[in-house]
């Protein structure tokens, strides 16, 4: 129930497509999603994040799509460049006492240029 | 500069030996977090404090310690109870609300040889 699952496990796009990444969860008291990028030998970073009370947000090239009835939400990187390979986690988190992130496996993105 | 400072950033330790992972912040955050990193893992939570000379187990505590006597410090020991303790290491501080951003340092890489 504190799972979160992404999909898929590594992604390799050209230069200017469109990259599409998937997580999963079941538990329906997560109410904040987060998107993390990391490059390697780096901490992560928060990229952009959505509450459940909106369908979709989109922060310049990088968009997330929510959908809170089939319990899934998903990152979209348009137009998507080299500088953008990096590994990219999904994560949720409680509104409880602990605020703790749950994260996913996490989805490692290649830009061929 | 405001930000979370590890170190030191590679680590190498003996079997049966403890050691101690530093991390830093100036953000004046109140809540500090240990996660541990492995491939194709995502990041799995170890420790966190959401107030000083507080602080609670994770989903992965057994063989680490913490402590939490100052504000800005939240030092990570890996004792020799943990089992398989090769990883690289992050923590991150945030102001303590669910919907805040958690920043991550720049990482330690702990290599048992």
């Known amino acids: ?113 | 500069d405001g930000g979370i400072t590890q170190s030191p950033k590679y680590l190498f330790r003996k079997e049966g030996q403890n050691v101690t992972l530093s991390c830093e912040q100036n953000l004046n955050h109140d809540a500090m977090y240990w996660y541990r990193q492995d491939p194709g893992q995502g990041l799995r939570l170890i420790y966190y404090s959401q107030i000083v000379n507080d602080f609670q187990k994770g989903d992965i505590a057994e063989g680490y310690s913490v402590s939490r006597e100052k504000k800005e410090s939240f030092p990570l020991t890996v004792t020799s109870a943990q089992k398989n303790p090769t990883a690289f290491y992050l923590c991150a501080s945030s102001t303590g609300h669910n919907t805040d951003t958690q920043y991550f340092g720049p990482g330690t890489r702990l290599t048992v040889l």
């Open chain 1, 1 to 113: 129930q504190q799972q979160v699952k992404q999909s898929p496990q590594s992604l390799i796009v050209q230069k200017g497509g469109i990259s599409i990444i998937n997580c999963a969860y079941e538990n329906t008291a997560f109410d904040y999603f987060p998107w993390y990028q990391q490059f390697p030998g780096k901490g992560p970073a928060l990229l952009i994040a959505i509450r459940p009370d909106v369908s979709e947000k989109k922060e310049g090239r990088f968009t997330i799509s929510f959908n809170k009835s089939a319990k899934q939400f998903s990152l979209h990187i348009m137009d998507s460049q080299p500088g953008d390979s990096a590994t990219y986690f999904c994560a949720a988190s409680i509104k409880d006492s602990s605020y703790k992130l749950i994260f996913g496996s996490g989805t490692r993105l290649l830009v061929r240029p």
